[in-house]
């Protein structure tokens, strides 16, 4: 797996526990797994259909600095299925794994279409 992108947890991340809030963490996640499918599919006409079961495994805390690794899983005829887990950059203690991510390719209206990728 690479890891393609560091974020600083910041105060304005945490939640009321003082650890990294999930819905920054997944939203950072669903970012950087678009940029890694517009990059594999040479497109930015994709779109987030499915995130399967989150695992979070463990927190993150202010100042910590979060890998995110992607990976890819299968292409379909229209789509592309990848995989995440982010870590502390340093320990690499894993703060979060998803299996599937799935994208969508879409056409000019909006549809899905053939990406021509394998």
């Not at 304005?12 to 940029?35: K, M, P, Q, V």
């Not at 517009?38 to 930015?44: P, R, S, V, W």
Request: charged share 25%; net charge negative; hydrophobic share 40%.
């Amino acid at each position: 797996m690479i890891y393609h992108t560091r974020k600083l947890v910041k105060p304005e991340d945490l939640n009321a526990r003082g650890s990294l809030f999930g819905g920054t963490l997944l939203s950072w996640i669903d970012e950087e797994a678009a940029i890694y499918v517009m990059c594999q599919l040479e497109t930015k006409n994709v779109v987030t259909k499915y995130m399967s079961e989150t695992n979070f495994v463990r927190p993150a805390h202010n100042g910590d600095i979060v890998e995110i690794g992607l990976e890819t899983v299968a292409y379909g005829k229209t789509s592309i299925t990848v995989k995440c887990v982010a870590r502390i950059k340093g320990s690499e203690e894993i703060i979060i794994t998803i299996d599937n991510i799935v994208f969508v390719h879409l056409d000019e209206n909006l549809k899905p279409c053939p990406h021509g990728k394998s």
